[in-house]
Every structure is written in structure tokens, then in C-alpha cells.
T-cell receptor, first 115, second 109 residues
Framework: ETGVTQSPTHLIKTRGQQVTLRCSSQ?????VSWYQQALGQGPQFIFQYYREEENGRGNFPPRFSGLQFPNYSSELNVNALELDDSALYLCASSLGLLGPTDTQYFGPGTRLTVL | GQNIDQPTEMTATEGAIVQINCTYQ??????LFWYQQHAGEAPTFLSYNVLDGLEEKGRFSSFLSRSKGYSYLLLKELQMKDSASYLCAVRDSNYQLIWGAGTKLIIKP
């Protein structure tokens, strides 16, 4: 167990809707990263937050947004859902940004299906 | 662009040794990670290399050559539970993790 939890486990939405996915990091972990993983692919980096501020962003459109809260929880929001957004969404927390302390520990993921 | 290459699939026999290779081309380098991912589950951390050489951890070892942009994960005394995908990831100059597509390892009795 990594101590990272995500909710919900599974979610079904229709195209055009909005969704919020939640993650609870390990206590003391200041960094949270969100990934999208399509079937048979490696995770694709969406963005990262460090101490409640966005610290990096991958090649995802602005309709993917996030928040990190002081209590080590975070959210991923996706607006105007598209069929291609169907994937496993993973959050990962780490203690810091550099060196061995930036080893990321993943939550179990949220499986999003867009119909 | 940034690129991580791994074989798509490998097959090995229970009790044997297997080496999974990873080559990378990234903008900067701040460490290389190996993760194991069972089907339908989240990746779990296996190893971290930032300096050249071999890191050993039980049945698993990971090697890094920064000059060659190359790493491998060595699994010894294979067990059926080692059947999983193995993901190589490199942290680039922006401290973002760039991931390979993973190598699906199939263990046969």
C-alpha cells in the first residue's frame, strides 16, 4: 500500500460533461502529479503541483485543470469531456522535487469512461 | 522531442533471468525510475538510478549509463507473480517524468 487514495474507482460520463477526480496524498508529501494512462500505454504527464502551486504541465489542453489543498488532497477537473478522454487517471505523490525523495507513489487510479 | 524506448513484450521461464532494456532521449536528465504495473493496477516503484552503475535490490537490479542513454532492469529467479508490465521513466530538465510505453513480461512455467 502506498498510502495514496483516489476516488471514485470507476466513472462513466457522456461527451461534453465535466468531471472531478480526487486524490489524497501521503501525509507530508508536498508534490502531487496527475497522469493519464491509455490502455497499453505508459502514463502521460498532465501536471504537477508543489505546495498548492502548479509546478509543471504536460501537453494537455486548458480544459484539464487541477487544485492542490493544504491537507494533501488534490483534484483533477476535466471540462467538455471527449471520447478520447477515456483512460485510467493516476495521481502520484512524492516528498519533494529532487533526488530520491521525488520517488512517486501512485494511487490505485480512477477509470474514466466517456460515452 | 523526448523519447523512451522499451521492447513491447518479452517472455521468460520461471526461475530464469530476464533483462529489460530502456533507451532514452530527453531534454536533460535528473534520474531514471523503473516501475512495475500489474494489469488494471497502479504502477509501483522498483528502483531509481541517477549515477552510472548498478543498483541491486533483492532479485531486481537496475543499471544506468548516462553517456549511452541506456538502462536495464534485471530480474533474477523469476516467479509467476513477476508477470506484469515494467515501465521505464526519466525525469527531464523540467523535473517532469517522461514514461516509456512499458514492457509486458510474460512468465511461463
Amino acid at each position: 500500500e502506498t498510502g495514496v487514495t483516489q476516488s471514485p474507482t470507476h466513472l462513466i460520463k457522456t461527451r461534453g460533461q465535466q468531471v472531478t477526480l480526487r486524490c489524497s496524498s501521503q501525509s507530508g508529501h508536498n508534490t502531487v502529479s496527475w497522469y493519464q494512462q491509455a490502455l497499453g500505454q505508459g502514463p502521460q504527464f498532465i501536471f504537477q503541483y508543489y505546495r498548492e502551486e502548479e509546478n509543471g504541465r504536460g501537453n494537455f489542453p486548458p480544459r484539464f485543470s487541477g487544485l492542490q489543498f493544504p491537507n494533501y488532497s488534490s483534484e483533477l477537473n476535466v471540462n467538455a469531456l471527449e471520447l478520447d478522454d477515456s483512460a485510467l487517471y493516476l495521481c502520484a505523490s512524492s516528498l519533494g522535487l529532487l533526488g530520491p525523495t521525488d520517488t512517486q507513489y501512485f494511487g490505485p487510479g480512477t477509470r474514466l469512461t466517456v460515452l | 522531442g523526448q523519447n523512451i524506448d522499451q521492447p513491447t513484450e518479452m517472455t521468460a521461464t520461471e526461475g530464469a533471468i530476464v533483462q529489460i532494456n530502456c533507451t532514452y532521449q530527453t531534454s536533460g536528465f535528473n534520474g531514471l525510475f523503473w516501475y512495475q504495473q500489474h494489469a488494471g493496477e497502479a504502477p509501483t516503484f522498483l528502483s531509481y538510478n541517477v549515477l552510472d552503475g548498478l543498483e541491486e535490490k533483492g532479485r531486481f537490479s537496475s543499471f544506468l549509463s548516462r553517456s549511452k542513454g541506456y538502462s536495464y532492469l534485471l530480474l533474477k529467479e523469476l516467479q509467476m507473480k513477476d508477470s506484469a508490465s515494467y515501465l521505464c521513466a526519466v525525469r527531464d530538465s523540467n523535473y517532469q517524468l517522461i514514461w516509456g510505453a512499458g514492457t509486458k513480461l510474460i512468465i511461463k512455467p
